[in-house]
């Protein structure tokens, strides 16, 4: 018995998994159970005959337990028909036999001992018996036999109780057995299908001498740290009831508290980590997400609004406290939990890993001085824009019934490289736009107050802060707007020709595209053509005050929208630029 349960021992260590420790021991854990099988299933002898007159049905009903992954134990029954030729004929008689298996699950030799599956082999020994003779010939043997035999079988666990399973087995017995002697042991065999009741799973922890004394990675010495606190944690507490402890340590229980000791040894490795080794900041805009770079980390996502971005400096200053960490093989942390204080602002921003496998995507992602900078151009775009408005009000061409927009934003394309678009646009009060914006028919830029104070602050920008970006040979695409409203043209306007002769110009209409021709000569005779010429117009006076542009690749777009309504404030223009692969 002592050298059974020595190999029962040795089996489960094989099959646990394994840790290396410095220590001449560590723990391993593995699982046991008891089940109660049925199975049914056909019974063949090998002896003369054909096999279809030897089929008989056969049934089998065992109680055992799986020691560990590895090996298992069997008391089995086995039985009820079994054939025999009697000259041209056939007769039957019913026996039983008693055994006692050992089973050994070869899945686990391959590192599936946690698999719901097992391909196992048998062997065992016991009793054959005669209930009945019926037609079996007449012996002067004993009609009790031994029985040896070896099998193998396939089990799967459908639920943590229950499991079903195909076995085949051989069985040897005495010569006279089947009441014919030949001078060779008699041999049948059985084919079953069985459903199993699993019960009594209990958690065993072992200890497992170590002969690899080579020096241990963190990783390594942390798996051993949480196998020496798994096993303080294993034992039963004085006081505790049995009941108390099974609740206390089921399956599910072990995996939660064994997680948690992973956090907290891998905490303790960190050592603060997060502060010494941030090292690089980014900014998603559009999705108002901070990206906090390490050198020996997975970068970590923090939601902060674009309006607290600009008092953070660097990830240096950023402070982490409450932070959980992971060790991964190849000494590898990772960031589970932590709170981020901005110093500056006192301001704490929580991040979560949601363990779901995904990094911080850098699509949108720019590093945090270009946005900074981004944002200081905005300022300064609007502080141009206020200045050129107040001059306009006070030479009086503008009124305060007039704003003038101005929206600039960086949108990454490739590394280290973004798309610059700014948009040039205004509104008019309703009632106001005749004064300050473009009369009935009328189409130059310089017609409108409005538009005027638009490319005052476009020549301003343009060729100040902005200057930068004028690069010649680099790529710069600019879609101008021109709109007008519903009221007919029921007579040619005439057209002043100062911008030339428009020949086949492709346009966006409504957002479908078409082709225009205006000349001097036929005039504008549609909204759409109006809509086209204050369009040109604008385009006209942007290069004549911006010459620079003219040095670039142009990519140049019209589009013109013409309202279903009347009225004075859908008579208007527009520009947007987009400087293209701008260095960061």
Do not use: C
């Not at 009609?143 to 109780?161: C, E, H, M, T």
């Not at 590394?415 to 009935?440: H, L, M, Q, R, W």
């Amino acid at each position: 018995m002592k050298k059974f349960k020595l190999l029962v021992l040795a089996a489960a260590l094989m099959a646990a998994p394994t840790v290396v420790s410095a220590q001449t021991q560590t723990s391993e854990s593995y699982t046991s159970y008891y089940f109660v099988q049925g199975q049914g299933g056909l019974h063949m002898p090998f002896t003369p005959g054909t096999r279809g007159d030897l089929l008989k049905p056969n049934f089998g009903l065992n109680v055992g337990t799986w020691f560990a992954p590895v090996i298992g134990a069997r008391f089995g029954i086995e039985g009820l028909n079994s054939a025999v030729k009697l000259g041209d004929s056939y007769g039957s008689y019913k026996y039983m036999n008693f055994d006692l298996d050992a089973m050994i699950n070869l899945f686990s030799f391959i590192g599936m001992s946690d698999s719901k599956m097992k391909l196992y082999i048998l062997g065992g020994i016991g009793l054959n018996a005669i209930v009945d003779k019926g037609d079996r010939p007449r012996s002067t043997k004993p009609d009790i036999a031994r029985n040896l035999r070896v099998g193998a079988g396939f089990d799967y666990q459908i639920s943590k109780p229950i499991s079903v399973s195909l076995e085949y087995r051989m069985n040897n017995t005495a010569d006279y057995f089947n009441g014919r002697q030949n001078n060779s042991s008699d041999w049948f065999s059985s084919l079953l299908v069985g459903v199993a009741y699993n019960f009594g799973h209990k958690v065993h922890v072992v200890e497992k001498a170590v002969t690899n004394a080579q020096p241990l990675s963190l990783y390594e010495q942390m798996q051993a740290g949480v196998n020496e606190r798994m096993k303080m944690w294993m034992k039963r507490v004085k006081g505790e009831s049995k009941a108390d402890y099974i609740a206390r340590t089921t399956p599910e229980a072990i995996e939660t508290q064994r997680l948690q000791f992973t956090k907290d040894l891998s905490t303790e490795f960190a050592n603060g980590r997060a502060n010494s080794t941030a090292n690089d900041l980014t900014y998603n805009q559009s999705a108002s997400l901070l990206g906090v770079g390490f050198t020996d980390m997975p970068t970590i996502s923090l939601n902060v609004p674009e309006s607290e971005i600009a008092s953070i400096k660097s990830a240096k200053d950023l402070q982490f406290t409450n932070t959980v960490y992971n060790l991964n093989p190849g000494d590898k942390f990772e960031i589970l939990y932590t709170d981020v204080i901005n110093p500056v602002t006192g301001k704490k921003y929580t991040y979560i890993n949601t363990r779901d496998g995904k990094q911080v995507a850098t699509d949108g992602f720019m590093p945090l001085a270009s946005v900074q900078q981004a944002m200081e151009n905005r300022v300064r775009l609007q502080q141009i824009t206020d200045k050129a408005i107040m001059e306009a009000k006070s030479q009086g061409i503008l009124t305060d019934n007039t704003t003038i927009n101005v929206n600039a934003r960086l949108v990454p394309t490739k590394e280290n490289k973004a798309d610059y678009i700014i948009d040039y646009n205004y509104t008019v009060k309703d009632g106001f736009s005749v004064k300050d914006d473009f009369a009935p028919g009328k189409y130059d830029a310089d017609q409108s107050a409005a538009s005027t104070a638009m490319l005052k602050i476009i020549d301003q920008f343009t060729n100040g802060d902005f200057a930068k970006y004028l690069v010649p040979g680099k790529s710069v695409s600019i879609d101008y707007q021109g709109s007008a409203d519903a009221k007919p043209v029921r007579r040619t306007i005439k057209y002043n020709g100062r911008y030339g002769d428009i020949t086949n110009q492709a346009v966006d209409v409504n957002g479908k595209q078409q082709t225009m021709t205006i000349t001097k000569a036929t005039g504008i005779n549609s909204n759409e053509e109006l809509s086209l010429v204050r369009a040109t117009s604008l385009r006209s006076a942007i290069m004549k005050s911006v010459p620079k542009l003219n040095d670039m690749k142009l990519d140049e777009n019209y589009a013109v929208k013409v309202s279903d309504k009347e009225g004075s404030e859908f008579r208007r223009v527009a520009v947007k630029f987009v400087f293209h692969d701008v260095a960061y």
